[in-house]
């Protein structure tokens, strides 16, 4: 270490913070960092004294890995598998954020004479670490680049995610290792007689399990507009049913027989006398043969199954209706706006990271934005939107 010091040089950090420490009391903080601090050592166990260098962040750690690159993979894929395993069923349970970075960083010494460090190589492993969801490894592009030309194992194990923008306008590819469905599924008991629950199970539920997860973790992943455009999809299709539904149900009948043999003698009779009779008694002839092909039996039978027909046509009109009101061409939009950043949530549901800039696509109704800040309390407020409404919301987080 002492060789290194006062240098720049190029290593991997893993960045680590503990999900919504700051909302638990002091005795659960402690419980957390207890744990945390437990499983970081026996992940880095291996890995020798002087090739790393450990900074106690608070609410997590953020570990330079100077030797291998593969290191700071390694150490996250263990802790990975101790939250799967422990960190779970903890009280409370223990969730993290991990980002990993390639990038230089300064060797110095802080206020106490202890190693330190500094730089682009930290700071970007930081905003990686922000993007991550609970129980998600998120690296860099310069990290996948490096340790994919390791080994062809390593490329498979990475999932692009796209680009992020941090706070200060700065874009980030970023790649994902698994994906936080992982943890809840942990999270969740499994039943003595259906082993598909359990995490690497096999069972004859899987499959369902597999397909639903993956549907799940695609709309999650998605964009705003991707998710509009699923959303446009599934109400296209739904109305498309609805619409074969009503041709089915209002088809017409086939005319009953007794009504056809009442009539044909009628038809005939009056055929006859219209041919027999003079033309001047022609016009009331005429008059009185809709009377006799159809009587007032006729009528008062038909009345009821008239009257069905508009009831089935009034209620497949409200349903036409209750569909396309979730169309997107007819939602909200909701902009949010954070200072200095803030993580958004919709009716429970991560929607991005603010700044920038934060616009959703909601239904009209009433929904529940919520901002998370690790340092700060989460700040929440209920909206009530209609179609088509813009709304902005700026929200500052202050000691």
Known sequence: MEERGNKTIMCSVLFL??????????????????????????????VP?????????????????????????????????????????????????????????????????????????????????GFAKSGQILVSRSYYEAVSRLSQEYVGMFDYQGS???????????????????????QQKPDDNDVSGTVGGQGAGQGENGWMQAARSTFQNASNQQRALYVATIAGALLLLIV??????????APLPQAAEASAPAVVQAAS????????????????????????????????????????????KRTLEETTAVVPGAAALVSVAVTPWGEIYLDGRMQGVSPPLVELQVAPGKHEIEIRNTTFPAYTQSIHVKADEKIKIKHKFTN
């Open 17 to 46: 913070d503990i999900v919504e420490y700051s909302k638990k009391p002091v005795s659960g903080q402690i419980a957390l960092k207890d744990g945390f601090n437990a499983f970081l050592a026996a992940a880095i166990r291996d």
């Open 49 to 129: 004294a002087n090739d790393r260098i450990i900074l106690d962040t608070g609410d997590g750690a953020a570990i330079s890995f100077m030797g291998d690159v593969e290191d700071a993979l390694k150490t996250a894929l263990i802790l990975r598998k101790k939250l799967l395993t422990e960190g779970v069923h903890m009280d409370p349970p223990l969730l993290l954020r991990m980002g990993i970075n390639l990038g230089p960083v300064r060797l110095v010494k802080d206020i106490n004479d202890q190693p330190n460090i500094v730089g682009d190589g930290i700071n970007v492993a930081q905003r990686i670490n």
């Open 164 to 186: 992020r923008t941090d706070k200060h306008v700065r874009e980030h590819e970023v790649y994902a290792i698994g994906h936080p469905d992982d943890i809840i599924a942990a």
């Open 244 to 253: 074969v539904a009503v041709k089915i149900t209002h088809r017409p009948a």
């Open 273 to 316: 006398e219209v041919a027999a009779a003079p033309p001047k008694i022609a016009e009331p002839i005429a008059e009185k043969k809709p009377k006799a092909v159809q009587p007032a039996q006729e009528k008062s039978r038909r009345a009821p199954a008239e009257q069905e027909k508009a009831g089935k046509e009034v209620s497949t």
